[in-house]
């Protein structure tokens, strides 16, 4: 996670929600109370660090004391604060799950069941969007395929272009 703060210090231009010039909602997972939160004040870097924080790899991050971890495992396209807000919403779902051809061993079955979970809501909530983006060929990747990072953009470049302009 010390690489992902160092990642984002040194990219973005504002430390705060209050500097975006459009307005951001973030979702956390809190830890204690199993429910999402969404950050839209204050420290952007932490809700940033938050919500990024994939359990067992990463460490939850502390906000005002209270332990946070990725949003998407309570809510993993989070539009509720978005609505009424927006004339239009559009969603990106990059977790698409796919038909697994083998579950070899406990790690991969343990995956694979956190992966079907956090996507479980995804068809239902898709309804309430003027356009929903979801590259079905990133089933192919893995989360941590960091070394396919320009192919997984190209995917998801050529999908939001597909579905913008239909």
Known sequence: MADMEKLLKNN?????????????????????TAQTTYFHEG?????????????????????????????????????????????????????PVGMASEIDGIMTLAIRSFHMSITANIPEKSKELKYFIEPVRLRDYSYFDLSKTNEIFELGYQEALRVLNA
């Open 12 to 32: 973005l231009k504002a430390t705060t929600f209050e500097e975006l010039k459009i307005p951001l909602f973030i979702a956390a997972t809190n830890i204690k």
């Open 43 to 95: 420290n952007l870097m932490r809700a940033l660090l938050a919500s990024s924080s994939i359990p067992v790899l990463f460490k939850p991050v502390v906000i005002d004391g209270e332990f946070y971890l990725d949003g998407g495992i309570t809510d993993n396209l989070p539009i509720s604060p978005l609505r009424g807000k927006c004339r239009q919403m559009i969603g990106v779902h990059v977790n």
